[in-house]
């Protein structure tokens, strides 16, 4: 067995008042790499609509099929992506996933597991469409950003299909 598949419930509880505790998260997101293009007033705001997950060595994070419709931002550690048992790449600190489900809810098209204790921030659709609704300028903001992403991968996939493609 690989592990258990985390749940929200397996989540870090923070102690402290809410406003407390968001800034905590505001300050983990702001070292990654993903959070440079964001403001720190909008950095702390986007972590009022996340919930971190703390995922042991070997715990699935996320199952091909699954259809929860939430993106992933990994602040600390690694997950290898798995697909049909083999592992196609490992992500790291400020690497996300889910960035399709997130948008067309459609099943996780590999698994994740955690490769070490990982800490990831997850983004749910309802709390997508909640953050765009209480600031529409920061929910495009972080639209865009997820669509460079989506765009950044196509483009890569592409580029190993016309090399593949190129071997035969």
């Known amino acids: 067995m690989i592990g258990k598949s985390v749940k929200p419930n397996d989540r ?5 008042p809410p406003q407390e505790k968001y800034a905590r998260y505001a300050h ?3 070292k990654t790499k ?3 293009e964001f403001s720190w007033e909008h950095t702390k705001k986007i972590c009022l609509y996340i919930e971190p997950v703390i995922a042991k060595p070997g715990a699935i994070v996320f199952k ?3 259809t ?3 993106l992933g931002i ?3 550690g690694a997950i290898d992506i798995i697909k049909e048992n083999t592992r196609v790449t490992t992500l790291t600190s400020s690497q996300t996933f889910g960035e399709m489900a997130l948008i067309d809810g459609e099943p996780r098209s590999a698994s994740g597991i955690a490769v070490k204790e990982t800490v990831i921030f997850f ?3 309802d709390n997508l469409i909640r953050l765009t609704q209480d600031d529409p300028q920061l929910g495009v903001q972080l639209l865009w950003k997820i669509s460079k ?3 950044q991968r196509l483009r890569q996939t592409t580029g190993m299909l016309v090399d593949y493609m190129g071997e035969y």
Do not use: H, Y
């Not at 870090?12 to 402290?16: D, E, R, S, T």
């Open 28 to 30: 983990v997101l702001q």
């Open 68 to 70: 929860d419709k939430s």
């Open 149 to 151: 992403l989506i765009s």
């Open 34 to 36: 993903w959070a440079r």
């Open 123 to 125: 983004m749910t659709q």
């Open 74 to 76: 990994i602040v600390k």
């Open 12 to 16: 870090q509880n923070a102690a402290g």
């Open 64 to 66: 091909e099929g699954d």
